[in-house]
């Protein structure tokens, strides 16, 4: 149920910055000369897309190779096994609180 939800949250974010997109490239294309405004449209929103698969591509390397923490709180005076371990993983189950 939660991916459900998850998956419907970044659908209807997806939409409005595509709406978003939309409507920025038609403002800032609308200043050009009347027969450059067709070709300004279509490349501002290829590259919107290029640019959003590039970040989702990303991501999802980030997530799926990311298994080391990136950082660990130590010298904080903290008790070893209450020591956060920051990095693209969860290791909530490694910290006994």
Known sequence: ???AIAL???TL???VLGIDNIVFISIVSGK???EQQPLARRIGLALALG???LLLF???YVVKNLTDPLFT???LGIPDELVQRLGGH???DEVAF
Request: aromatic share 0%; net charge negative.
């Open 1 to 3: 149920m939660e991916i």
């Open 8 to 10: 419907i949250a970044l």
């Open 13 to 15: 974010m997806e939409i």
């Open 32 to 34: 050009l000369p009347e």
């Open 51 to 53: 640019m959003r698969l």
């Open 58 to 60: 990303t991501l999802a």
């Open 73 to 75: 709180l130590t010298g």
């Open 90 to 92: 969860d290791h909530s």
